[in-house]
Antibody, heavy 123, light 111 residues
Framework: QLQLQETGPGLVKPSETLSLTCTVS?????????WGWIRQPPGKGLEWIGSIYYSGSTYYNASLKSRVSISIDTSMNQFSLKLSSVTAADTAVYYC????????????????WGQGTLVTVSS | QPALTQPASVSGSPGQSITISCTGTSRDVGGYNYVSWYQQYPGKAPKLIIY???NRPSGVPDRFSGSKSDNTASLTISGLQAEDEADYYCSSYTSSNTPLVFGGGTKLTVL
């Protein structure tokens, strides 16, 4: 069974860069899926951040694109998120996910999720 | 402001049916059959329960069903059970510059 696990600091200072890694087990990251990140501020709804294919092709949320970088390491079966210049508004539970796409690589739905990791932005 | 509009809350009694709506535009819900629904319990990761408007992943009870009319998608839960009490989110592909959007979520209370 495919499993995704987020790792990274739980506390980040304002203006610094948030960095998270997702390790995929039980399947290859070099398969026909996109891999990415969704976040959920405390008590609020879901926000898609972006997703990456093993080839390096990416989709990003336009509202975050200037601060986001998602990368993939097929040798480690991992992918990573970097979010720069963070503020308190970036405090959220961050989920790593597998994204299913259409034959034309249009995003469809998220079928596997990590358990989520809370990242707090505070000095 | 979420791109897709959902009611903040719905409620129903055990055994009843409830429907949660998800309203978008012709650029997302109305234009593509790429609507999905997720169930989330407090403190847990969301779980996919409907994809491509009407399809259920393996293991999801057939009490859960999805449909779409024009720019509004709907999730119906029939034979409501106490364990259905959770938050529900819709999502859709969109032809805008952010290709995937979520609704604001609906809290389902089983009375």
């Amino acid at each position: 069974q495919l499993q995704l696990q987020e790792t990274g600091p739980g506390l980040v200072k304002p203006s610094e860069t948030l960095s998270l890694t997702c390790t995929v087990s039980g399947g290859s990251i070099s398969s026909s899926y996109y891999w990415g990140w969704i976040r959920q501020p405390p008590g609020k709804g879901l926000e898609w951040i972006g997703s990456i294919y093993y080839s390096g092709s990416t989709y990003y949320n336009a509202s975050l694109k200037s601060r986001v970088s998602i990368s993939i390491d097929t040798s480690m079966n991992q992918f990573s998120l970097k979010l720069s210049s963070v503020t308190a508004a970036d405090t959220a539970v961050y989920y790593c996910t597998r994204l299913v796409t259409s034959g034309y690589y249009l995003p469809h739905y998220f079928d596997f999720w990590g358990q989520g990791t809370l990242v707090t932005v505070s000095s | 402001q979420p791109a897709l509009t959902q009611p903040a809350s719905v409620s129903g009694s055990p055994g009843q049916s409830i429907t949660i709506s998800c309203t978008g535009t012709s650029r997302d819900v109305g234009g593509y059959n790429y609507v999905s629904w997720y169930q989330q319990y407090p403190g847990k990761a969301p779980k996919l329960i409907i994809y491509e408007v009407t399809n259920r992943p393996s293991g999801v009870p057939d009490r859960f069903s999805g449909s779409k009319s024009d720019n509004t998608a709907s999730l119906t839960i029939s034979g409501l059970q106490a364990e259905d009490e959770a938050d529900y989110y819709c999502s859709s592909y969109t032809s805008s510059n952010t290709p995937l959007v979520f609704g604001g979520g609906t809290k389902l209370t089983v009375l």
